[in-house]
């Protein structure tokens, strides 16, 4: 609160954020809990594939493949969590050129949206092959000198929370669409103000 020439009191001005950092607005709760929840789901069967891979009768070329893949999908279900971070919402210090600035949302928001329907479709697609037996053996992208036995039943419970991966970023992608929402045109607003200041 602050003192006007006429003695009464009139409320503080909001402060004015800083060149290059427009005023986000703050992800919802259960979104930041929906985002962490989809790296979390697909540890489990990235730890089983690491491990799996380090065992006997794997060769050099299959442990590294199943290595990668698992890296590669934690690494990917991790990028959910920028939805809700300040790494998701502008460009670090370290970036010559973008420091600070804000990222392009849209294109953030259609990527993210559309790797969560690929993951749904994907997703499907196993859950009514298993029922419905569409296609017996998939594509091998490595060859195998042997054929190894089928996991046992209780690996599939490790692979269960990794299904959701698809839902859960389509639904902090829909947060991250709201609240980044006319960021440009802030940031726009925000620099013809500093203008019209320096003018005066």
Do not use: K
């Not at 005023?23 to 789901?41: E, M, S, T």
């Not at 990028?79 to 670090?92: D, H, K, S």
């Not at 994907?122 to 859950?127: E, G, P, Q, R």
């Amino acid at each position: 609160m602050t003192t006007s020439p006429t003695g009464g009191r009139r409320p503080a001005r909001p402060p004015v954020p800083p060149p290059g950092r427009p005023p986000f607005r703050p992800p919802a709760r259960w979104a930041v809990w929906v985002a962490w929840a989809a790296p979390l789901g697909v540890l489990p069967s990235a730890v089983w594939r690491v491990v799996a891979g380090a065992g006997d009768g794997h060769t050099a070329t299959e442990s590294v493949y199943m290595l990668v893949l698992s890296c590669l999908t934690s690494g990917l279900a991790f990028l959910t969590v920028g939805l809700v971070q300040r790494w998701g919402e502008a460009f670090p210090r370290w970036i010559p050129g973008a420091a600070g600035r804000p990222v392009p949302a849209r294109v953030i928001v259609r990527i993210a949206r559309t790797g969560g329907v690929l993951l749904v479709l994907i997703t499907l697609y196993s859950v009514l092959n298993n029922i419905f037996g569409f296609v017996g053996e998939g594509p091998r992208l490595i060859e195998q000198e042997r054929e190894f036995e089928q996991p046992e039943a209780w690996v599939n419970y490790l692979y269960l929370p990794a299904a959701a991966w698809g839902f859960l970023v389509l639904a902090v992608a829909g947060d991250y669409a709201r609240r980044m929402t006319g960021v440009a045109a802030g940031t726009a607003s925000g620099a013809t103000v500093t203008v019209g200041r320096a003018r005066l």
